[in-house]
């Protein structure tokens, strides 16, 4: 298949459970199988691949040093397919059969199908699931017939489908693909480079940051990828995505960044990075500000951010996240931090007069999932240029957008 005729086929995936399954849902049902019978191809190719170097009879222990994950015995796709052709309890066989998966690789696949009620059939009716599971049995998803690069287009393409189709119930776990692209092209990651995005979501811009490293004929195999997110289905999504993508020395952890950041040392300070980049919620409200100027972490540089408004908590978090030297960060923000009032005044000061900021970028309208107000990349540089010292750099481009349906590129 091409790109198109493949994207084509995945979304017919979404429309087999459209209506009684909401738009907002979708994803939860449909990663999870893509991923499953991906890795079931993939084990089945490796293990004829075994068998054509030791032969039919391979041992377990010899073959799975072949296997990129490990299936247990009845967790295949063809005993998925039977249990389908059987008609009864399909979701919680497919429930089972997952678990077991997980339970097979606890290391690498803890969780990673997410928190799915396969067995609900007010959620998900089993003549719909039954559909979907026989969907995906149409295709050979081994890597000798669907390439990575084919795979990981498809699979963003769905992501950009998902936000297009239901606005701010998915949008708000996706960026526009043009803003990351951007935004990791002005960061420059680089091989052997620690890159980290405390609000990863889909783990879309780790993604990014990795494909910039190889577009520039680097290597990423001494590169380390670091998340961490607070929503479970978010979470479970980006970690099948960087497998997908082939980015494997990746960790995603899920829980509230901002209150119970995950990525410490053994005397508990914050894990510092090259590259933090993010688009964090805006304007999230109830954040834990009442904590803040008490933060163990000394995340509080500049004052603290109101109840009301957690932006610049974000700003400080990935400060206190970057490398002394080496470290940079980018952020997208609502363009309203670039003027708002009260205790937002001070953390401003702060930023300019530490001579942290060096570059503010006014975006067009309407590029986001809901929400049609522009937004702004600021970016930070722990040592700036001699040339950039004491100075900020404000760009406007508001008017570099295309438009492309209902949004702007």
Same mark, same amino acid.
């Given at each position: 298949?091409?790109?198109?005729?493949?994207?084509?086929?995945?979304?017919?995936?979404?429309?087999?459970?459209?209506?009684?399954?909401?738009?907002?849902?979708?994803?939860?049902?449909?990663?999870?199988?893509?991923?499953?019978?991906?890795?079931?191809?993939?084990?089945?190719?490796?293990?004829?691949?075994?068998?054509?170097?030791?032969?039919?009879?391979?041992?377990?222990?010899?073959?799975?040093?072949?296997?990129?994950?490990?299936?247990?015995?009845?967790?295949?796709?063809?005993?998925?397919?039977?249990? =389908?052709? /059987?008609?009864?309890?399909?979701? +919680?066989? %497919?429930?089972?059969?997952? $678990?077991?998966? *997980?339970?097979?690789?606890?290391?690498?696949?803890?969780?990673?199908?997410?928190?799915?009620?396969?067995?609900?059939?007010?959620?998900?009716?089993?003549?719909?699931?039954?559909?979907?599971?026989?969907?995906?049995?149409?295709?050979?998803?081994?890597?000798?017939?669907?390439?990575?690069?084919?795979?990981?287009?498809?699979?963003?393409?769905?992501?950009?489908?998902?936000?297009?189709?239901?606005?701010?119930?998915?949008?708000?776990?996706? =960026?526009? /693909?043009?803003?990351?692209?951007? +935004?990791? %092209?002005?960061?420059?990651? $680089?091989?052997? *480079?620690?890159?980290?995005?405390?609000?990863?979501?889909?783990?879309?811009?780790?993604?990014?940051?990795?494909?910039?490293?190889?577009?520039?004929?680097?290597?990423?195999?001494?590169?380390?990828?670091?998340?961490?997110?607070?929503?479970?289905?978010?979470?479970?999504?980006g970690r099948m995505n960087l497998f997908i993508h082939q980015v494997e020395d990746a960790k995603i952890l899920r829980e509230d960044t901002l209150n119970k950041p995950l990525?410490?040392?053994?005397?508990?300070?914050?894990?510092?990075?090259?590259?933090?980049?993010?688009?964090?919620?805006?304007?999230?409200?109830?954040?834990?500000?009442?904590?803040?100027?008490?933060?163990?972490?000394?995340?509080?540089?500049?004052?603290?951010?109101?109840?009301?408004?957690?932006?610049?908590?974000?700003?400080?978090?990935?400060?206190?996240?970057?490398?002394?030297?080496?470290?940079?960060?980018?952020?997208?923000?609502?363009?309203?931090?670039?003027?708002?009032?009260?205790?937002?005044?001070?953390?401003?000061?702060?930023?300019?007069?530490?001579?942290?900021?060096?570059?503010?970028?006014?975006?067009?309208?309407?590029?986001?999932?809901?929400?049609?107000?522009?937004?702004?990349?600021?970016?930070?540089?722990?040592?700036?240029?001699?040339?950039?010292?004491?100075?900020?750099?404000?760009?406007?481009?508001?008017?570099?957008?295309?438009?492309?349906?209902?949004?702007?590129?």
């Open positions: 298949m091409n790109s198109e005729e493949f994207e084509s086929w995945l979304w017919e995936s979404a429309n087999i459970l459209r209506g009684p399954v909401d738009a907002a849902n979708l994803r939860d049902y449909v990663f999870p199988l893509l991923f499953l019978k991906r890795i079931s191809d993939t084990w089945d190719e490796e293990q004829l691949s075994a068998e054509a170097k030791f032969g039919k009879d391979v041992s377990d222990a010899v073959a799975a040093d072949f296997h990129t994950f490990q299936m247990p015995k009845s967790c295949h796709w063809a005993d998925l397919r039977k249990i =389908t052709a /059987r008609g009864e309890n399909v979701g +919680l066989g %497919l429930q089972n059969l997952l $678990q077991k998966v *997980e339970a097979a690789n606890p290391d690498r696949l803890a969780q990673i199908f997410g928190n799915t009620s396969w067995a609900d059939r007010d959620k998900i009716p089993e003549d719909r699931l039954i559909r979907l599971i026989d969907h995906f049995g149409e295709r050979d998803l081994r890597p000798s017939k669907m390439s990575d690069d084919l795979l990981g287009g498809g699979y963003e393409y769905l992501l950009k489908r998902f936000s297009d189709d239901s606005g701010t119930s998915a949008g708000q776990f996706y =960026t526009p /693909r043009s803003v990351v692209r951007l +935004l990791t %092209l002005i960061l420059d990651p $680089q091989p052997k *480079e620690t890159v980290y995005d405390p609000a990863c979501g889909s783990a879309g811009m780790l993604i990014y940051a990795a494909n910039t490293v190889k577009a520039h004929g680097g290597s990423v195999s001494q590169m380390r990828f670091y998340g961490q997110e607070v929503n479970q289905t978010s979470t479970a999504i990525f410490v040392d053994g005397r508990g300070k914050l894990d510092q990075f090259d590259v933090v980049l993010a688009n964090p919620p805006f304007s999230l409200k109830d954040w834990g500000s009442e904590k803040w100027a008490a933060d163990p972490h000394k995340r509080a540089v500049g004052g603290v951010p109101p109840k009301g408004n957690g932006d610049f908590a974000w700003v400080q978090h990935m400060l206190a996240s970057m490398k002394a030297k080496t470290g940079r960060v980018g952020v997208v923000m609502s363009h309203s931090v670039l003027f708002r009032g009260g205790q937002e005044t001070q953390i401003r000061q702060y930023l300019i007069e530490s001579d942290l900021l060096e570059t503010v970028i006014g975006l067009a309208p309407n590029l986001f999932y809901g929400t049609t107000i522009p937004a702004a990349l600021l970016i930070f540089r722990a040592e700036k240029f001699p040339k950039n010292k004491k100075h900020v750099l404000f760009i406007d481009a508001s008017k570099r957008f295309t438009k492309d349906r209902n949004k702007n590129i």
